[in-house]
């Protein structure tokens, strides 16, 4: 069996926990430090980490593979039950809102890992957090990933990073009940609503406090996906790629930032996992760099 077809059948192992942790020995674990690290290449795309003061991004994520070293990038102890992720970019450690896309599943999660390995996807997750956000079979879904910018702040913070800027703070919940999907892998666990009363300012969170890894619900706002080359300084620029990407359904799109435009090619619509991943190989294949699949 090849290599491809394997995948939805490891996933669905991970998920319903056939696939033990299969940790690799490694460099063991020193304990939590604040890091953003040099760029890097991973399956012909390259990546840019950097200290960032918002983010808030949709695309494709998946769950983090068995034979993971000891550690994570910032020297904690790996461990696939845990609610943790993976980024390409952000600083480590940062926290972050998740939510699948496709069933409006929400949670928080600590990235402190660098990853994945797998060009067009955004966020990789643990075991535990696939199988609370009910992930599906094949591994992949549509996501959304938020930066909690206060809370991150202070977290780094205490880890030796320099001073941030404070995020408004995050509403509180109240519990109700909401079954998994239909065909959805692993045990998804209860949710709850969002309610409008705030908590108290984030960054006199406690740094190393435990996530509740308790699930919230919004509306589901799944697909379609494009593939997105953004940041170009004029339309003119962001044309001469598109001429270069001739036969691609696409177009050339503003998208205001900080009081002023940018530019950005964007291509599409794909209805499948598949098919936007075709489509950001072959802009890859044709030496356009920094290419994303995107949710709407």
Same mark, same amino acid.
């Given at each position: 069996m090849?290599r491809?077809?394997?995948l939805?059948?490891l ?5 319903s926990g056939?696939?033990h ?5 490694? *460099?063991p ?7 953003? $690290?040099?760029? %890097?290449?991973?399956? $012909?795309e390259w990546? %840019?980490?950097r200290?960032?003061?918002a983010y808030?991004?949709?695309?494709l ?10 550690a994570t990038?910032?020297g904690?102890a790996y461990?696939?039950e ?8 952000l600083?480590?450690?940062?926290l972050v ?13 600590r990235?402190?890992?660098r ?6 996807r955004?966020l ?5 957090v696939?199988s ?5 079979a ?10 909690l ?7 780094q913070?205490a ?5 941030h800027l404070t995020?408004?703070?995050v509403a509180g919940v109240?519990s109700s ?8 892998a692993g045990?998804a666990g *209860?949710?709850?609503?969002a309610?409008?009363?705030p908590?108290?300012n984030?960054?006199?969170t ?5 996530l509740? $890894?308790?699930v919230?619900a919004v509306?589901?706002?799944?697909g379609?996906l494009?593939v997105?080359i953004a ?11 598109? %001429? ?6 696409g177009?050339?799109?503003p ?6 435009t940018l ?6 619509? %794909?209805h499948?996992?598949?098919t ?11 030496g ?9």
């Amino acid at each position: 069996m090849n290599r491809a077809a394997c995948l939805p059948l490891l996933a669905a192992l991970a998920l319903s926990g056939c696939i033990h942790k299969r940790i690799r020995p490694g *460099p063991p674990p020193t304990g939590a430090h604040y890091l953003i $690290g040099n760029p %890097y290449q991973a399956d $012909g795309e390259w990546h %840019y980490p950097r200290a960032v003061d918002a983010y808030d991004r949709t695309g494709l994520a998946t769950i983090i593979p068995p034979g993971h070293d000891a550690a994570t990038t910032d020297g904690e102890a790996y461990d696939p039950e845990g609610l943790m992720a993976q980024s390409p970019i952000l600083p480590l450690p940062s926290l972050v809102r998740v939510t699948n896309l496709v069933n409006g599943r929400t949670l928080t999660v600590r990235v402190n890992d660098r990853g994945p390995a797998t060009a067009g996807r955004i966020l990789a997750v643990s075991r535990k957090v696939a199988s609370l956000l009910a992930f599906p079979a094949t591994g992949v879904v549509e996501m959304r990933v938020t930066l909690l910018a206060g809370r991150s702040a202070a977290l780094q913070t205490a880890l030796g990073a320099g001073p941030h800027l404070t995020a408004a703070p995050v509403a509180g919940v109240q519990s109700s009940a909401l079954p998994p999907p239909p065909g959805a892998a692993g045990s998804a666990g *209860p949710i709850t609503h969002a309610a409008s009363a705030p908590i108290s300012n984030p960054t006199q969170t406690t740094a190393n406090a435990p996530l509740s $890894g308790v699930v919230h619900a919004v509306p589901p706002d799944p697909g379609p996906l494009y593939v997105e080359i953004a940041g170009f300084g004029t339309g003119g620029d962001a044309q001469q790629i598109l %001429y270069r990407l001739a036969g691609m359904p696409g177009s050339v799109v503003p998208q205001p930032r900080e009081g002023r435009t940018l530019y950005a090619v964007k291509l599409g619509p %794909y209805h499948s996992v598949a098919t936007a991943d075709a489509a950001l190989h072959e802009v890859l294949a044709r030496g356009i760099p920094d290419p994303e699949i995107i949710v709407h």
